[in-house]
């Protein structure tokens, strides 16, 4: 017990100090928004859906065949649904969290899809992980 206590009380003394990192001032933010939002959206309506090939030069081969159906097509209700006639939906509300996300690389726009995040400064993003880089 004694030698935990020592290298607990030496861990804590030694702690490093808490450092805070920018990411960006509130007038790099603005030009950011402005870049996106200038000439109508311009920039927002020339960005392109990232793929994860996006940025490869040349062609991508894919192996096999083309897609074939291997029956009807159809859905599998949830358990203990079985039974009940299925409905069509006609108004999907999807949250407003729910958007794209809009970066570059070098000179071109990018997009994909993305949530907001709720979180103390309103600033967090979750995207897919192709998306990341």
């Known amino acids: 017990m004694i030698g935990a206590t020592l ?3 030496a861990n804590a003394a030694t702690a490093p100090a808490k450092k ?3 990411l960006a001032s509130a007038t790099e933010a603005q030009k950011i928004g402005n870049y996106w939002t200038a000439n109508g959206g311009a920039n927002l309506k020339a960005a ?3 793929t994860d ?3 490869q030069s040349g062609k991508v081969k894919l192996g096999g065949g083309d897609a074939a159906p291997d029956g009807k097509a159809g859905t599998v209700p949830p358990i203990g649904q079985e039974k ?3 409905t069509k939906v006609k108004n999907v509300n999807l949250p407003k969290t729910i958007g794209k996300v809009f970066f570059t690389i070098g000179d071109k726009e990018y997009w994909c899809s993305a949530s907001s995040i709720q979180s ?3 600033n967090l993003v979750a995207t897919a992980g192709h998306c990341v880089f």
Do not use: G, M
Request: hydrophobic share 40%.
């Open 20 to 22: 805070v990192v920018s």
């Open 48 to 50: 392109t859906q990232f």
């Open 53 to 55: 090939n996006a940025q």
């Open 120 to 122: 103390k400064y309103h």
């Open 84 to 86: 009940l006639a299925p």
């Open 7 to 9: 290298v607990t009380s």
